[in-house]
C-alpha cells in the first residue's frame, strides 16, 4: 500500500441529539475526502459513542502529524472530556476504524437481505398494481426497476425517516385539504418505502437518526465501498467512488464518476406554470425544461411539476387521484409522469388547467389565482403522494423551486399547512424572480381564496402608491421562501431599486441576504446550431463553429427564401424575437425603423403581444415589403430558425431580468445589440475594434438615437470589417453558454437553504 501521507478526518460522535453531536479528529492516511459509515454507534476507547453515521474526511484537514512520525500514531483532538491525545491514540484510530469496518460490513449484509425483500415485496406489489385498471404506471420494467433501487438508495439516505406520507391525522386544519384515502391506502410505493424504512430500522441500521440533519447518498453507500478488514487495506478508490449495486458491489460508472454534487446530493422539485418542450410562453418555460435536466446530471434527484394543459404523449397518468379544496370548492387531480433525460417530469391533471396551452395566464384574475393555487397546494404534497420509478421523494433531504409569483404561494403552504406544525421540517424552498413586473396583485379581499389562516394576511400586504393596500401573492412569497435567485446579477441589483423593484424593492432589500443573481444558461440541446432540430429540413442546415461561415450563409438564405424576402446573402438581417410589450423596447425598434430601413438591411420580427404593437408589426410589413417581415405569433420553429438565419439581434429591452434569446443569438453566432440592463448587461460585453474583444453592442439608455447608434457602429463592422464580424461571431460560439456551470450555483443556493432554520 502506498503510503498517502496522513490526514484527519472528523468522526461525528454522539449519543442521542444534534446539538450533543462532537466531532473528533482522527488521523488517517487517506487523502481528503469525505467517507461515511452507516449503522449502529459504536464505541470509543474513552468510553464516548462513536456515530457509525458519518465519517468525514474534508478537504483541509490534512495533517501530516503522527502518522508520518509513528505509523499511523496519531493525536485524536477534539472537544470534550475523554479526547484523547496522548501516546496510544495512532491504536485508538485503528481500533475504531477496524470496528467501523466489521460493523458496516454487517450493516451492509444486512441492508443486502432488506434490499433483496423489498424487491420481492415491489414485485408483489407490482403485479398487484398491474391487476388494477386504474393504476397504469409500469414499474416492471428493468430500468424503472433499477430506477427504484436507485432512488431507494437515495430515500434511503434522507434525514430524519420521513419516507412516509403522514398519516391524515398528521394534516392539519389550516390546508382545508380533502385526502382521498382509498387511493392513498392504495399507494403501494408509500407502503414500500415505510416498509423499507421499517424493516432497516429493525434491523438496527439507522438510517433516519433524527439528530443526523442530512446524510446523503454518498454517505449511506460508502460503508460498501469498505472492503478490507484492515485499516491499511482502506483503498483511496473506494472512497472517491462511494457507490454500490444492489449486490453491495460497488457500481462500476459510477465508482469512477460520483455524483458531481458530491455528498450535497439533494432531492429537488422545481414547481413552474410552463415547462418545455410541453408549455411556453416565454423564458420561464425554457427554465423548467433545462435548468431540472442540468441539477440531474449533478446528481441530485429532480423533479419537474408543471400543470397538464394538453394532451400530452410521453406523461402516463400514475392512477394517483387527490382532491383539494379551491374557493370552496373540491377538485380532483391526477398526476402523470415521464422521465426524460434524467428528470422526473409530472403534470398536474384537473379540467381547470385543459386547453390553456395557448393561453396559460389568460382568463380573468380569480381564474389565474385559482389555477395558481390548485397548483401549489397538489405540487406541495407531489413528494408524498407521487411515486416515481417506484418511490415517492419524501419531505426530507428536499427543497423545492417556485417560480415567478405563480407557484409563491408554495413556500407560503408549506409554512402555512405543514411548516408551523412540526411537519415537513426538513423541507426548504428557493423562490426565483424571473420577471418582478408580474406579481399576483389584486384587492385584498383575494385573500380569501389564498385559503390561508387569517394571520397569514400579513404576509400579503403591500402598500403601493398608486393602488393604495393591496393583496400580493409575490410578497408572500418572498418573505416566506427560505432563499431567493434572480435570474442575473444585475437584476438582482435592480431589483433592490424603487425602478426596478416594482413596488417590491423594499421587501426585497428586507431580504437582501437571502438574494442571488445566477445567470441563466442555454439547453445546449435544444439551443444549438449543431443539433438544432428546426434547421434540419426546408433548406436550413446545421453547423458548427469550423462550419459557421458556410451554415450561417445557407441558414439565412433558407429563412430568406421562407419569408419572401429577396435571397441574399450580402445584406445583413436584423431580428427581433419576444413579446410585444412595454418590457421589450418594441418602441424603440418602432422609432428606428425608419433608419433601418433607409439602408441596405432586411428587418425581420417575430412577436406577439399587445394588439397595437402587432398592428404595427404587420404596417412595417406592408410599407416595406421588400425589407421586413413582421410575423405575428408564437412559433418556436421560427424562432429557432430567424436565430439562425440573422446577423443581428435587437434586444432593446426597458428591463430585462436575464434575456434568453440574447444567449441563444451567441450560441448560434448572431450578434447581438442591447440595452445595457439587467442580465443584458451581465452577458454582453462590447465590442472593442482595438483588442478585438466583446460580443456584441451595447448602449446605456432607452432611446430609439442610442439604438441606431449601436446599430450603424455593428453595420459598419458587418460591411467594412470582415475579419473583426467573424472574430466576434467566433468568440461568441466558443463560450460556455450551458446551463451546467448555473446549475452549480443554484447547487450552492439550494445546499444553503437545506441548512438553514
Ligand atoms: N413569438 C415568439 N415565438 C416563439 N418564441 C418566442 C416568441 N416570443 C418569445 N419567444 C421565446 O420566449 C423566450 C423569451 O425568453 P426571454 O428570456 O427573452 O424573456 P421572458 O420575458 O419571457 O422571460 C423572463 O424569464 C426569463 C427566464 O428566466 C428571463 O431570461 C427573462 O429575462 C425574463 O424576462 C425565448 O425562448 C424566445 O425565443
Not at 2 to 16: Q, R
Not at 91 to 101: F, H, N, P, Q, S
Not at 211 to 227: C, F, G, M, Q, R
Not at 626 to 638: A, E, H, I, N, T
Request: proline share 4%.
Amino acid at each position: 500500500m502506498a503510503s498517502l501521507g496522513s490526514v484527519s478526518f472528523l468522526i461525528e460522535t454522539s449519543s442521542t441529539s444534534c446539538s450533543s453531536l462532537r466531532q473528533r479528529r482522527v488521523s488517517c492516511w487517506k487523502r481528503p475526502h469525505f467517507v461515511a459509515v452507516y449503522g449502529r454507534n459504536t464505541l470509543d476507547s474513552n468510553g464516548v459513542v462513536c456515530k457509525m453515521g458519518s465519517f468525514r474526511v474534508p478537504k483541509g484537514e490534512i495533517s501530516r502529524r503522527g502518522l508520518r512520525a509513528a505509523g499511523r500514531s496519531e493525536s485524536i483532538e477534539g472537544e470534550g472530556e475523554g479526547e484523547g491525545r496522548g501516546g496510544n491514540e495512532g491504536e485508538v484510530a485503528d481500533e475504531m476504524l477496524r470496528a467501523t469496518i466489521k460493523q458496516s460490513k454487517e450493516v451492509l449484509a444486512r441492508q443486502k437481505d432488506l434490499l433483496r425483500q423489498i424487491e420481492e415485496r415491489r414485485k408483489l406489489v407490482s403485479s398487484i398494481k398491474s391487476s388494477s385498471a386504474n393504476i397504469e404506471m409500469d414499474v416492471s420494467s428493468s430500468n424503472e426497476s433499477d430506477r427504484y433501487f436507485q432512488n431507494m438508495n437515495q430515500s434511503l439516505a434522507s434525514a430524519d425517516g420521513k419516507y412516509r406520507c403522514p398519516p391524515d391525522s398528521e394534516k392539519t386544519d389550516e390546508s382545508n385539504i380533502l385526502y382521498d384515502n382509498e387511493t392513498e391506502n392504495n399507494s403501494p410505493d408509500k407502503h414500500s418505502v415505510a416498509d423499507a424504512l421499517g424493516l432497516l430500522r429493525e434491523s438496527g441500521a439507522e438510517v433516519a437518526h433524527s439528530e443526523i440533519t442530512s446524510p446523503s447518498l454518498l454517505e449511506v453507500s460508502a460503508p460498501y465501498l469498505i472492503k478490507e478488514e484492515s485499516f491499511e487495506d482502506l483503498k483511496e478508490a473506494d472512497i472517491e467512488g462511494a457507490n454500490v449495486k444492489l449486490d453491495g458491489t460497488p457500481e462500476e460508472g459510477i465508482k469512477d464518476s460520483p455524483p458531481l454534487a458530491g455528498a450535497n446530493v439533494l432531492n429537488i422539485i422545481l414547481v413552474a406554470a410552463e415547462c418545455v418542450p410541453w408549455s411556453k410562453t416565454g423564458g420561464l418555460g425554457d427554465v423548467a425544461g433545462a435548468l431540472p435536466k442540468a441539477l440531474a446530471r449533478r446528481g441530485h434527484r429532480v423533479m419537474v411539476v408543471a400543470p397538464r394543459y394538453g394532451n400530452y404523449s410521453e406523461p402516463q397518468d400514475l392512477g394517483v387521484r387527490k382532491r383539494y379544496k379551491v374557493e370552496g370548492q373540491v377538485m380532483e387531480v391526477s398526476y402523470f409522469h415521464a422521465y426524460i433525460d434524467g428528470v422526473d417530469f409530472v403534470f398536474i391533471d384537473s379540467p381547470i388547467f385543459w386547453h390553456r396551452e395557448n393561453d396559460i395566464y389568460g382568463g380573468n384574475r380569480v381564474d389565474i389565482l385559482r389555477r395558481m393555487v390548485l397548483l401549489c397546494k397538489a405540487a406541495v404534497e407531489v413528494p408524498w403522494h407521487v411515486p416515481c420509478g417506484g418511490v415517492c421523494y419524501g419531505d426530507g433531504n428536499l427543497v423545492f423551486i417556485a417560480n415567478d409569483w405563480h407557484t409563491a404561494l408554495l413556500p407560503v403552504y408549506l409554512k402555512a399547512y405543514y411548516r408551523d406544525h412540526g411537519l415537513m421540517k426538513y423541507t426548504r424552498c428557493v423562490l426565483v424572480i424571473h420577471n418582478i413586473a408580474h406579481q399576483g396583485r389584486g384587492p385584498l379581499k383575494d385573500f380569501f381564496y389564498a385559503d390561508l389562516p387569517g394571520h397569514y394576511m400579513d404576509l400579503f400586504k403591500l402598500y403601493d402608491p398608486m393602488g393604495g393596500e393591496h393583496f400580493n401573492i409575490f410578497a408572500a412569497g418572498l418573505r416566506t421562501a427560505d432563499r431567493v435567485v434572480t435570474v442575473s446579477h444585475g437584476y438582482a441589483w435592480e431589483l433592490k431599486t424603487s425602478e426596478g423593484g416594482w413596488g417590491l424593492h423594499g421587501i426585497i432589500n428586507e431580504n437582501d441576504w437571502k438574494l442571488q443573481g445566477i445567470v441563466n444558461g442555454v439547453d445546449t440541446k435544444d439551443w444549438n446550431p449543431q443539433f438544432d432540430v428546426h434547421l434540419k429540413s426546408d433548406g436550413y442546415t446545421n453547423y458548427s463553429l469550423e462550419t459557421l461561415q458556410r451554415g450561417k450563409s445557407q441558414c439565412k438564405a433558407a429563412l430568406q427564401r421562407e419569408l419572401g424576402l429577396p435571397v441574399r446573402d450580402n445584406v445583413p438581417i436584423v431580428a427581433f424575437i419576444g413579446r410585444l410589450d412595454y418590457q421589450k423596447g418594441v418602441d424603440l425598434i418602432a422609432g428606428a425603423t425608419p433608419w433601418i430601413v433607409g439602408r441596405d438591411v432586411q428587418l425581420i420580427m417575430l412577436g406577439t403581444g399587445r394588439k397595437d404593437l402587432e398592428e404595427m408589426l404587420r404596417r412595417f410589413e406592408r410599407q416595406h415589403h421588400d425589407k421586413v417581415r413582421g410575423w405575428v405569433g408564437f412559433s418556436v420553429k421560427m424562432a429557432h430558425r430567424i436565430t439562425a438565419g440573422a446577423d443581428v439581434l435587437l434586444m432593446p429591452s426597458k428591463f430585462k431580468p436575464c434575456g434568453l434569446n440574447l444567449l441563444y443569438a451567441m450560441m448560434y453566432g448572431t450578434i447581438p445589440v442591447v440595452h445595457a440592463v439587467g442580465g443584458l448587461r451581465d452577458t454582453v460585453r462590447q465590442f472593442d475594434p482595438y483588442s478585438e474583444t466583446g460580443w456584441g453592442w451595447v448602449f446605456d439608455r432607452a432611446e430609439a438615437g442610442r439604438l441606431i447608434d449601436a446599430l450603424g457602429n455593428c453595420l459598419n463592422t458587418y460591411w467594412n470589417y470582415k475579419n473583426s464580424w467573424e472574430g466576434l461571431q467566433r468568440r461568441e460560439i466558443m463560450q460556455d453558454l450551458s446551463w451546467d456551470n448555473a446549475a452549480q450555483q443554484y447547487e450552492d443556493v439550494l445546499v444553503a437553504a437545506k441548512y438553514q432554520w
